[in-house]
């Protein structure tokens, strides 16, 4: 959600994602974190990106929020991903 992508002073200024599935929450009116940020993010690793009618905080679209959460869970419930388990002994 409004991801600090290319932001001056950040020491990571653009993680590589480490799913198939990424998902990017970005805010039209967003005046921290310019919005070209997630849509430069988004088009170069084929990022999910949904550009709400929202500020920085995207409060008054918590439920759509939620809605694309729910979907992202759903999406790698149905990959059949598993934790793999650990071997302490």
Do not use: T
Request: hydrophobic share 40%; glycine share 6%.
């Amino acid at each position: 959600m409004a991801p600090a992508f290319y932001i001056p002073g950040y020491a990571v200024q653009e993680p590589v994602p480490v799913s198939p599935r990424v998902v990017v929450a970005h805010g039209w009116n967003d005046d921290v974190v310019p919005v070209d940020n997630s849509i430069r993010y988004a088009r170069k690793y084929g990022a999910e990106l949904h550009l709400l009618d929202s500020d920085h905080r995207l409060n008054d679209q918590i439920p759509m929020v939620v809605c694309l959460l729910g979907r992202l869970l759903d999406a790698v419930g149905q990959l059949g991903h598993s934790p793999k388990k650990v071997d302490l002994d």
